[in-house]
């Protein structure tokens, strides 16, 4: 398998500590194992965007050293192979509209006896799944598989073995929203096919999306990728490092990308920006094999 690896950002603002940490580790997962490294720019979510902050992260990437190999892509230009891929599913009875308001789901949930708390994942309980009743549709959703199908197992890189039942977890989610833009999930699948990637190396905070976007990917008879998730960077109030909780912007260059290899557990060496992201990539590589030594043997004595 030829090595295909992305960073795909979302231009809500800048580059901080926290996603420069994500791009180089995906950098140098990419150089390490002699492949190509991509930058995607996850626009579909207008009323998010800042203007002009795309070519800004673009700018700090390059600033960093981090140069994609291939012309950069925007999803906001790809909505056409998201409606064909939508077009698929409904063919192939994998999808599905929905009418339930948000309110709806938690009454069915509450009649259930379920307790539901603030910014927690809501089940969806299948009410629209036999039909609209007359109803217009507020959005589209994946038909899951049996619950026999819908146990994911993967394999992450720093993770481990990884495994989630997400007929329980999340039930079958959304993929577009009739007044608002395609879903993340349809949208990462898809363009990670049409891009060819072959491994994902991003943040921790996204170890909850992989399941589903296997799901789909099988759904849509795509191939999985693989997964490696690293640890995330928080503030002094324990918060993940973020944009919305008010990361500062990156001040590319030397500094911040010797300061992002000892976040990643590498011994910055060099004078040069050239020769610190060398000696990272081969640290790197080292760190890979030691951790492909290690899970051979563990596999061994099972």
């Not at 997962?29 to 490294?37: E, S």
């Not at 800004?56 to 390059?62: H, N, T, V």
């Not at 906001?76 to 308001?101: E, H, K, M, P, T």
Request: net charge positive.
């Amino acid at each position: 398998m030829s090595y295909i690896g992305r960073f795909a950002p979302s231009p809500t603002g800048p580059l901080h500590a926290g996603s420069l940490l994500a791009a180089l580790a995906s950098w140098l997962d990419a150089r390490a194992h002699g492949g190509q490294w991509l930058v995607r720019i996850e626009d579909v979510d207008k009323p998010r965007c800042k203007p002009g902050a795309d070519r800004e992260i673009l700018r700090q990437l390059a600033e960093c050293g981090l140069i994609p190999d291939a012309p950069v892509l925007w999803q906001s230009q790809r909505g056409l192979a998201y409606q064909s891929a939508l077009d698929s599913l409904l063919v192939n009875n994998r999808a599905y509209a929905c009418a339930c308001s948000k309110s709806e789901i938690d009454q069915v949930l509450r009649s259930r006896g379920l307790m539901l708390r603030r910014g927690e994942e809501r089940v969806y309980p299948g009410t629209c799944s036999v039909g609209l009743g007359g109803r217009q549709p507020r959005a589209w959703r994946l038909r899951l598989p049996e619950p026999a199908e819908a146990l994911v197992h993967w394999e992450d890189g720093r993770l481990g073995a990884q495994t989630e039942q997400v007929d329980q977890t999340v039930g079958d989610f959304v993929l577009k929203r009739a007044d608002g833009p395609w879903a993340y999930q349809l949208a990462v699948v898809v363009d990670d096919a049409a891009q060819g990637v072959s491994h994902v190396v991003r943040g921790e905070d996204m170890a909850a999306s992989t399941a589903r976007q296997i799901l789909l990917q099988r759904a849509l008879e795509l191939p999985t990728p693989i997964y490696h998730h690293i640890a995330l960077l928080h503030d002094a109030q324990g918060r993940k490092l973020s944009k919305q909780n008010g990361a500062e912007s990156l001040m590319p260059g030397y500094a911040a990308v010797r300061d992002a290899i000892r976040m990643l557990g590498l011994t910055p060496a060099g004078t040069t920006l050239g020769e610190l992201l060398e000696h990272a990539k081969r640290q790197w590589l080292a760190r890979q094999h030691q951790a492909t030594s290690s899970l051979s043997a563990r596999r061994e004595q099972r």
